[in-house]
């Protein structure tokens, strides 16, 4: 049985985790990316989908200075482009992304032309990829698993960053290829754990988002 001190240390946890848009220099121990990790690891998955497998996930870690990142930044801006096209032949259609798109547009023209603003060469990188299945249910497991890991990180006063842009990997021949992981097979995503250079965001009142009907 968990305790009402339990209860009281995750809502702690919850209500300190923010995303973190600039981290120092330093590279996190490597005992605490492991226990980051081992959170991952114990995120749910899609039991049948993954059963025909005999890993179903992997997670790639990559510190800071390690030449896989230069490769990795130049690979989500060119991904970025060819999302960024289709984003575009989509608001041509959809009168929804027409009037709420266009600032995603502008954030993914920006990641194509400069990057992510924590690359080039960030603290510490980790790559989750995610056997996709007969049920395409990779996307879920692996946002149980962002969300362990989050939680994790910020248990362990590190800071972190999603980076989403790894979700349109999959088809990537370029990117698997990085990992040796057959191309099409595998759903990603990924995060940047270390310590905030720069003030963290502060959250929007309970009132904005909780409706009570």
Known sequence: MFTASDNQALDNIMKSRRICR???????????????????RMAPYASISSGDVDVFRHFYVI??????????????????????????EEMAED???????VALEKMWFNVAENGLPVFPNPPCLIVLAEW????????????????????????????FNMISPLESMWDNQEFCDLFGLPVGKYGFHGCIIGYKEAERLTSKPISDQVHWL
């Open 132 to 159: 996709r299945g007969a049920r395409r249910a990779e996307r879920q497991s692996l946002a149980h698993t962002i969300q362990n890991m989050w939680l994790k990180a910020t248990a362990l006063n590190l800071d």
């Open 22 to 40: 600039k981290f120092t220099d330093q590279v996190p121990d490597k005992k605490d990316v492991e226990a980051v990790v081992t959170a991952g």
């Open 63 to 88: 510190f800071r200075d390690n030449p896989l990142l230069e490769k990795i930044d130049k690979l989500i801006k060119d991904q970025t482009i060819l999302d960024l096209a289709i984003l575009k």
């Open 95 to 101: 009168k929804f992304l027409q009037k709420y798109g």
